[in-house]
């Protein structure tokens, strides 16, 4: 565990026997997360006080005993829904552990959805903890185990299928795809919004809304994220934060620093060491993670 301001606590890890699902456990009391997306699930136990949690149609709080589940791809927040903060534990599986326990449990195919974001259900929570605790005490059978029961307890109270688009992408959607591959191309010298728009053929305002309607963040926003996805690439591979921030295009190690911490719960050096300890522990070999 990381120790933050004041009462502040947080292990951002991952276990070599859960493959493909990093765990978070924190205590935050006045720590923000920064709007952001996650490529894969969100699945949370609040263990005390309450979360807030920011979401595209509008806020939620979750207390002791909650359960959040945020699909891939969605923006949200997190903060503290009260002011003693909030603790919780957290599984962030890839899309591929939700879907192969979907193709085992039940008619769900693809990358199902989750159609509820905030429930009251201890039992629930307590299976998440759980999980946690057998990853913490070095039972990977148990952790595994528990997170496939989880997951398809969830996915047979609360999944759906996945909805694909309605028709062939045109227009502003190209343009906002055209954009985001520009942007993620150029990390460490973006083109500014003048340039994405003549580069996409729309005009700067048009571009933001529909970057915005596609992906549910202005384009810097959602740089940012891809930044961050990128330096933890960067720093599971043994690379400084230095030398990390400067690739990924942050002004400074402290640039890193902030904006890291905003979006993924612990500063950049206490993640890099977390991953250091698996290598040592599996001989070099470091599984990749959900970012």
Same mark, same amino acid.
């Given at each position: 565990?990381?120790?933050?301001?004041?009462? =502040?606590?947080?292990?951002?890890?991952?276990?070599?026997g859960?493959?493909?699902?990093?765990?978070? !456990?924190?205590?935050?009391?006045?720590? *923000?997360?920064?709007?952001?997306?996650?490529?894969?699930?969100?699945?949370?136990?609040?263990t005390?006080?309450?979360?807030?949690?920011?979401?595209?149609?509008?806020?939620?709080?979750?207390?002791?005993?909650?359960?959040?589940?945020?699909?891939?791809?969605?923006?949200?927040?997190?903060?503290?829904?009260?002011?003693?903060?909030?603790? $919780?534990?957290? %599984?962030?599986?890839?899309?591929?552990?939700?879907?192969?326990?979907?193709? =085992? *449990?039940?008619?769900? !195919?693809?990358?199902?959805?989750?159609t509820?974001?905030?429930?009251?259900?201890?039992?629930?929570?307590?299976?998440?903890?759980?999980?946690h /605790?057998?990853?913490?005490?070095? #039972?990977?059978?148990?952790?595994? *185990?528990? %997170?496939?029961?989880?997951?398809?307890?969830?996915?047979?109270?609360?999944?759906?299928?996945?909805?694909?688009?309605?028709?062939?992408?045109?227009?502003?959607?190209?343009?906002?795809?055209?954009? /985001?591959?520009?942007?993620?191309?150029?990390?460490?010298?973006?083109?500014?919004?003048?340039?994405?728009?003549?580069?996409?053929?729309?005009?700067?305002?048009?571009?933001?809304?529909?970057?915005?309607?596609? $992906?549910?963040?202005?384009?810097?926003?959602?740089?940012?994220?891809? /930044?961050?996805?990128?330096?933890?690439? %960067? %720093?599971?591979?043994g690379?400084?934060?230095?030398? *990390?921030?400067?690739?990924?295009?942050?002004?400074d190690?402290?640039?890193? #620093? /902030?904006?890291?911490? !905003?979006?993924?719960?612990?500063?950049?050096?206490? $993640?890099? !060491?977390?991953?250091? #300890?698996?290598?040592?522990?599996?001989?070099?070999?470091?599984?990749p993670?959900?970012?």
């Open positions: 565990m990381v120790v933050m301001a004041a009462g =502040e606590q947080a292990r951002h890890w991952e276990h070599p859960l493959p493909g699902v990093d765990l978070l !456990r924190a205590r935050y009391i006045r720590h *923000t997360f920064a709007r952001h997306a996650h490529d894969g699930y969100v699945i949370a136990a609040v005390g006080g309450v979360e807030g949690i920011g979401l595209p149609g509008g806020a939620e709080r979750a207390g002791a005993g909650g359960v959040v589940l945020i699909n891939p791809g969605t923006p949200h927040t997190a903060y503290a829904g009260t002011e003693g903060g909030w603790s $919780y534990r957290v %599984l962030y599986p890839e899309p591929g552990v939700v879907a192969s326990v979907a193709a =085992e *449990t039940s008619s769900l !195919r693809g990358t199902p959805a989750f509820t974001t905030v429930l009251h259900d201890p039992a629930t929570a307590g299976m998440i903890a759980d999980v /605790r057998a990853a913490e005490h070095d #039972n990977p059978l148990a952790a595994d *185990t528990v %997170l496939r029961l989880v997951v398809a307890r969830l996915l047979a109270r609360h999944g759906s299928a996945p909805t694909g688009p309605a028709v062939t992408p045109s227009g502003g959607p190209v343009a906002a795809a055209r954009a /985001r591959d520009l942007l993620a191309a150029s990390l460490a010298g973006p083109p500014s919004l003048e340039r994405l728009a003549a580069e996409t053929g729309v005009s700067p305002f048009a571009l933001l809304r529909a970057f915005k309607k596609a $992906y549910g963040l202005p384009p810097h926003a959602w740089l940012t994220g891809e /930044r961050i996805r990128a330096a933890r690439r %960067l %720093l599971e591979a690379a400084s934060p230095a030398d *990390t921030a400067a690739a990924v295009g942050f002004s190690q402290p640039h890193l #620093n /902030r904006h890291f911490t !905003r979006i993924v719960g612990v500063p950049p050096g206490a $993640y890099q !060491r977390e991953r250091k #300890n698996i290598q040592d522990r599996t001989g070099g070999l470091l599984l993670s959900a970012v």
